[in-house]
């Protein structure tokens, strides 16, 4: 603790007079450091807003993740998932159906549509979906509260989506499936078994054994 | 202070954190440190407090204002950790004696300042922190005794609703675990007038609406006190004790050396806020209680329920749920490590707070879904021991369903039925074999089928059929299939049955709407003998053979249902313009889907949204004969409160339009004034001012006829209610049978959760309820209800509603 104590006058040097100014912003030129909370409840919100430790709602904030098809430039896509009511939810199961998605994700609030995910080919679903809710709100609750829970013993994956758009519902796998289940060396039953590239490799491995 | 926790990604729980992994700014890093002190450290709570206190005073001359701001909010936000930061502020108090002066003054205006906007719950906070900070000689004792004097005097005011005097005295009361030993040193003889007074409050209360609120209705094992009777018997078990108080940890007590040398400040004085119309005090509550020193066989002793430790650590779980409630992994961490875990069964508290939150009437603090992924994150951290307190809960709710609350056992089968999905629906069902041997409508039995169904949906038939013994098989749901009359095996003699194929081909080969109405046209009236130009009337057969057999053909998923309603909704529109033609379609859509409840949930919903049907519609539907059967099944309610929930969101709606469009004009008004006397301008200006009006006066229009509708609902749904119960007092009358049949107090309980879920509605229409539907000609027993609903709403409100 005491080493902090020495470190920060070095900052107070270049930040004094911006700290000094900034809180007369806040709180009014001629009022100097006392604070002055008889007005309007935005500035006891301000207090609260101010101190991001205490308010902190991490599971709600958005990943790295970019679709990479998306139509417009990074900052357009990241406004639109800050204010989405869409969420992607991935992990599923291929057998994973609208309705036991929408039991679900319906705890959260009214669900306004679901999109299965379908792979390209076979049309069939290939294990992920859209989950759209009438407001942010609730989509909000269920980054949190659903996002890393099982559906069908599985642990699912929520992610913000910029907004469902017809032909999105396809996987992007060269193989018609999802992107990841075209790499992936795992077996699992619940996605085709084996990952695209794994099965074709294993009979040519089963040809140099014997 | 929490993204640092969040680094492990391997259950797909956690985005990333943002970039900024060390604050940078001043006021972060300040932030920084005073939230996260009394946090595990390697050095201990003391030498922290004092390192950062020295720390604090260093900054004092150039972060004065924001250190005086970040330690009002985290007297706010953090009560958890209150005497962890009262010691802070009493160390810097007795190295800066002006900055405690100014602390207390800007506390204050904080509560000044909640208080006015409505913030009753961090009221009750920061007037805590205060009466704390006598106990680190930053207050002067009497001066906070004469701050209680003036709220305690609240309750000889006239003419205010209970609920205002009720959080008087809660705040004085509850303080009085952290101050009442220093305070009575100091003062016995006001303390004593204070807690005399407040036992004379005490007697004189309303206590008519309590059993509403309660989770059972049984006394035993557990009573569940309304909320001030609790803390009052607490406290005065405290004085009985001298005052002493051992749980509360106190940093102050290994400073009282520095401390006892401090001079202390005498609070302004305070004279409580007057009473304002739009004044929300906090609800009245019952304390929830399912533990007792009994059930946590090994390990530390539970407090018992008039002690006074019960209520410090049941205020400081609750606390941190509302801190975190957001972040679940820090708020199942922060409850885990609570400070002084190892002298309480911490994981008892925790399940049994956590019940009770999730069981609180009207309605919990936060969303249901949050308590069942804490739970599960808190079983996650604590494997070896929290499953099994869950389990013994769960059996303990078991047991006593006979006297629980029906609202409350809906929150039971959710939550278990949501929780068992995250644990390969692992039970020991044959514990419950006792529920086999008895009538099906019974509460056990009733509770396992509707956990089974909800666990179903969260799954699939087959699992559910695997996962429970043999024994078990008639609880289990039916398989979810579509019912269609018309097949060729079994329909084929029916009279819709030809129609039913021509329908069926021409939505094959892609019909249009009027193509599919003429061809509906041929479709008989099955009462009518001449050939009366009645095309337009109610035709049931005619919305039978439509109906079901587009939706077979779209049964595949609620989305291909969905499509097709769109897809054909001009013809649905037409075949349901009159209120029988909308029952049918109703009663055809729970026929073909009877097996699958879900089904019928969302194509409702949608019906509703689509406008095929409306919410007075869905409401005689639920409650007309042909549903009778359906009555106690639990989605039915959920359809019910689904469609009153739409209704109130659509009044809401417009009302916000009509808000909007009124602000616009007056904006446009202000324009006007200050442009002068531009004339083109006024001119353009006063076109759209009169385009506004009359949106407005639209949209008036449209508000009057949305609440017309939602007045019209609750006429609906509470007349039917009455119908029911009244049919069913006179039946038992004259067969000299018991009025309560479990169908009977389920029905009661449906009544009275309608009136508390939706209290704020329906306080609107009470004068034309009471008119027209709840008459002192009614029946006791039912009137009963309405009565209780009403000692509910008077606390809340000055004036007598009779």
């Known amino acids: 603790m005491r080493r902090l104590a020495h470190s920060l006058p070095e900052i107070h040097k270049k930040k004094k007079k911006t700290a000094l100014v900034s809180s007369g912003r806040l709180f009014g030129a001629h009022h100097g450091l006392s604070m002055d909370l008889s007005g309007a409840s935005e500035k006891s919100k301000a207090m609260a807003a101010k101190l991001n430790a205490l308010t902190s709602d991490s599971y709600i904030d958005i990943s790295q993740y970019r679709d990479q098809h998306f139509k417009g430039n990074r900052y357009e896509q990241e406004k639109l998932l800050k204010q989405s009511n869409t969420l992607y939810v991935g992990n599923l199961s291929f057998y994973t159906t609208e309705e036991q998605v929408h039991e679900l994700f319906g705890k959260c609030g009214d669900v306004k549509r679901i999109i299965i995910g379908l792979d390209k080919i076979k049309k069939t679903a290939c294990g992920f979906c859209f989950v759209e809710y009438y407001n942010r709100n609730d989509a909000e609750n269920a980054m949190r509260f659903v996002n890393g829970t099982r559906l069908d013993d599985r642990i699912i994956r929520t992610d913000w989506d910029a907004g469902f758009k017809e032909g999105r519902q396809y996987g992007r796998g060269k193989s018609g499936g999802q992107v990841r289940d075209e790499y992936r060396q795992d077996y699992d039953p619940a996605r085709g078994g084996y990952g695209k590239l794994a099965q074709q490799q294993r009979p040519t491995e089963a040809r140099n054994t014997f | ?802």
Request: charge should be negative; proline fraction near 5%; glycine fraction near 2%.
């Open chain 2, 1 to 802: 202070m929490s993204r640092r926790r969040h680094s492990d990604d391997s259950d797909g729980g956690q985005p990333h954190k943002r970039r900024r992994s060390e604050p940078i700014e001043i006021e972060d890093r300040l932030e920084s440190l005073i939230c996260r002190v009394g946090e595990k450290s390697t050095s201990s709570l003391e030498s922290n407090l004092e390192g950062l206190a020295g720390v604090l005073e260093a900054d004092l001359p150039n972060y004065k204002s924001k250190i005086l701001r970040i330690l009002c909010s985290v007297a706010r936000l953090l009560p958890e950790k209150l005497t962890v930061y009262s010691t802070l502020v009493g160390l810097l108090n007795a190295r800066n004696y002006n900055f405690g002066g100014e602390f207390v003054e800007a506390m204050i205006r904080q509560l000044k300042e909640t208080l006015k906007n409505n913030l009753y719950n961090e009221a009750v906070y920061l007037v805590r922190f205060l009466s704390d900070l006598v106990n680190c000689h930053v207050i002067a004792a009497p001066s906070m005794v004469a701050m209680f004097e003036n709220f305690v005097s609240v309750t000889q005011e006239e003419d205010v609703p209970q609920v205002r005097s009720d959080w008087f005295v809660y705040v004085v009361l509850s303080c009085l675990p952290w101050v009442g030993k220093e305070l009575y040193e100091k003062k016995d003889a006001e303390v004593d007038r204070l807690l005399s007074q407040i036992e004379g409050y005490l007697k004189r209360r309303v206590k008519t609406h309590v059993p509403m609120l309660q989770v059972w209705s049984a006394d035993k094992p557990h009573p569940q006190e309304e909320y001030l009777d609790c803390l009052w018997a607490q406290i005065q078990k405290l004085k009985k004790d001298r005052w002493q108080e051992r749980h509360i940890l106190r940093p102050y007590i290994a400073f009282d050396s520095v401390l006892c040398e401090a001079l202390q400040h005498n609070l302004p004085p305070f004279t409580p806020p007057g009473h304002m119309p739009d004044a929300r005090y906090p609800m009245p509550r019952v304390i929830f209680r399912m533990f007792d020193y009994t059930d946590a066989p090994e390990g530390p002793v539970m407090p018992g329920s008039h002690s006074v430790e019960r209520f410090v650590i049941e205020e400081n779980i609750n606390c941190i749920i509302k801190t975190h409630w957001k972040e679940r992994k820090t708020c199942a961490a922060q409850l885990l490590s609570y400070p002084g875990k190892s002298k309480i069964p911490l994981n008892y508290h925790i399940v049994e707070v956590v019940f009770g939150q999730l069981f609180q009437l009207p309605a919990p603090p936060h969303i249901d879904v949050m308590y069942t992924t804490l739970l599960i994150e808190l079983c996650k951290l604590q494997p070896g021991s929290l499953p099994q307190v869950l389990a013994q809960a769960t059996e303990m709710l078991y047991m006593r369903l006979d006297t629980m609350n029906t609202s409350c056992i809906d929150k039971l089968i959710n939550w278990f039925a949501h929780h068992l999905s995250n644990f390969q629906f692992r039970w020991s069902w044959d514990d419950w074999a006792d529920c086999l041997s008895v009538d099906r409508e019974m509460p056990k039995p009733k509770f396992v089928k509707e956990v089974l169904e909800k666990s179903m949906r969260l799954s699939y038939h087959q699992r559910i059929v695997d996962i429970v013994p043999a024994t078990f098989s008639t609880l289990i749901p039916a398989e979810p299939l579509f019912i269609y009359k018309y097949t060729e095996e079994t329909g084929s003699l029916l009279p819709g049955y030809p129609m039913a194929i021509t329908v069926q081909n021409a939505i094959k080969n892609k019909a249009t709407n009027e193509e599919i109405l003429i061809i509906l046209k041929e479709v008989c009236h099955p009462n009518q003998d001449d050939d009366d130009d009645e095309a337009e009337s109610f035709n049931p057969l005619k919305i039978d053979v439509f109906l079901q057999t587009l939706l077979h053909m779209a049964a595949k998923s609620c989305s291909h249902s969905f499509s097709a309603l769109g897809k054909f909704h001009e013809i649905l529109k037409a075949l349901t313009e009159s209120d029988e033609g909308k029952l049918h379609i109703l009663k055809v859509v729970y026929d073909v889907w009877k097996n699958h409840p879900q089904m019928i949930a969302v194509l409702v919903d949608k019906m509703i949204r689509t406008q095929i049907v409306d919410c007075a519609a869905v409401a005689n539907w639920l409650f007309s004969q042909d549903m009778a059967h359906e009555f106690t099944r639990l989605y039915i309610w959920e359809i019910l409160h689904s469609t009153i929930r739409k209704m109130n969101k659509h009044v809401q709606k417009i009302q916000k339009e009509l808000e909007e469009a009124k602000d616009k004009l007056e904006k446009q008004q202000h324009k006007k004034r200050d442009s002068g006397d531009d004339e083109d301008m006024e001119r353009g200006s006063e076109d759209e001012e009169a385009q506004l009006e009359e949106q407005i006066e639209r949209l008036q229009e449209k508000v009057e006829s949305a609440q017309s509708e939602q007045k019209n609902l609750f006429l609906v749904i509470f007349q039917r209610f009455i119908m029911l119960l009244t049919e069913h007092l006179v039946r038992c009358e004259t067969g000299s049978v018991d009025v309560s049949t479990h169908w009977y107090k389920n029905c009661i309980d449906r009544l009275q959760q309608i009136f508390l879920m939706h209290h704020q509605t329906i306080q609107q229409y009470m004068g034309t309820l009471e008119n027209l539907l709840f008459t002192a000609e009614l029946d006791p027993h039912i009137l009963a209800v309405y009565q209780q609903f009403c000692a509910l709403q008077l606390v809340f409100s000055a004036f007598s509603l009779w």
